[in-house]
């Protein structure tokens, strides 16, 4: 997808009051947080939408940068932030665009991207391996193939959703910490609400 039409396709699903992906952040997320990062970090948000997990890990006292194709949900996330009282480093970018920094971040943060089709999805992960310091880790979270039965959320395209091994073919370089499917029942907004079929990933740049 074209920056142009991603950014008119995000602006339009954004372009409303309410946060579509609620305010609380992804409860998978909170949980590897706990588990893997123990002390203030500097980290990468890919495409944080209206901030809620953004913003919660500033709360937590991380670094944040951000981005994402829509600057409606950036300018809902900049005043969600500001409300939180934490300042967050966003820029209005598609996947492909975002000035990607080789060794920078301790964490990559990468919750529901499967906006990617599979030829931009290996570009991602490429760009994401590269920014991550010797040691930094991945924390993923996105929908199984399942998911197209359940219909709660997410890509309805097969080839936007996640496998386990397509996961491990991504992260091929990467020492997997975790790697799981599953199914939970999600309520994140009026966008992810219900049983879902996840799949959820930690994985370490080696030394």
């Known amino acids: 997808m074209a920056f142009e039409n991603a950014n008119q396709f995000w602006n339009e699903r954004f372009d409303k009051e309410e946060f579509i992906f609620g305010k609380l952040p992804n409860t998978y997320l909170v949980e590897k947080v706990a588990e ?6 500097n980290i990468l948000c890919i495409a944080d939408g209206e901030g809620r997990n953004g913003v919660w890990l500033a709360k937590q006292g991380h670094s944040v940068d951000g981005f994402d194709v829509s600057d ?9 932030a500001a409300e939180n009282k934490v300042s967050i480093n966003y820029e209005l970018s598609d996947a492909d665009s975002y000035h990607w920094q080789a060794n920078t971040y301790d964490a990559v943060v990468a919750i529901f991207i499967q906006f990617a089709d599979p030829e931009m999805r290996a570009r991602l992960f490429k760009n994401i391996v590269t920014s991550l310091k010797p040691g930094g880790v991945l924390i993923l979270q996105g929908y199984t193939q399942k998911q197209l039965e359940y219909k709660t959320g997410g890509p309805i395209l097969l080839d936007h959703l996640y496998s386990e091994q397509l996961v491990r073919d991504l992260v091929s370089n990467l020492e997997i910490l975790e790697l799981k499917s599953y ?12 049983i879902s079929a ?8 080696l030394d």
């Open 72 to 80: 409606i949900a950036l300018k809902k996330a900049q005043e969600f």
């Open 36 to 41: 893997y990062l123990h002390q203030p970090q």
């Open 183 to 194: 199914e939970a029942n999600l309520n994140e907004g009026t966008r992810h609400v219900g």
């Open 198 to 205: 996840l799949l959820g990933l930690v994985a370490k740049k």
